[in-house]
C-alpha cells in the first residue's frame, strides 16, 4: 500500500474498480491516529469475503494481481504521526 496524494484525488487508468468498502475507527481514549486507522482499516474488511479471487472467478483478475487504494480521511495536524507501515499490517 503506497499513499501518495496524486494518488489520492484519482485512480489509475490500468486499474479496474471492483469493490467499494468503507469502514470507521476511533481512538477516544488513547487519542492514537494509527490505532485508529487501524480499526478503520480492519472495519472496512472484516465483514466480507471474497472467496470469487482465490477461485479465479472474476475474468482477467487473479488474487495476484489485486491491489489495494486506500484513502484516510486523517486530519493534516495528525497526518505526521501516522504510521503508514502499521497500516499496511492490517491487510492480507
Known amino acids: 500500500m503506497e499513499i501518495e ?10 486499474m479496474k474498480l471492483l469493490f467499494v468498502e468503507m469502514g470507521v475507527g476511533y481512538d477516544q481514549h488513547g487519542q492514537n491516529i494509527t490505532a485508529a486507522a ?13 472467496p ?10 487473479s488474487f495476484g494481481e489485486m491491489k489495494l487504494q486506500i484513502k484516510l480521511g486523517v486530519p493534516h495536524s ?6 503508514i507501515e502499521k497500516v499496511k499490517s492490517v491487510f492480507p
Open 5 to 14: 496524494p496524486s494518488e489520492v484525488s484519482g485512480s489509475s487508468s490500468s
Open 38 to 50: 487501524m480499526r478503520a482499516c480492519m472495519d472496512a474488511i472484516s465483514s466480507n469475503s471474497i
Open 52 to 61: 470469487a479471487f482465490r477461485r479465479g472467478s472474476i475474468p482477467g483478475v
Open 78 to 83: 495528525l497526518q505526521t504521526s501516522l504510521d
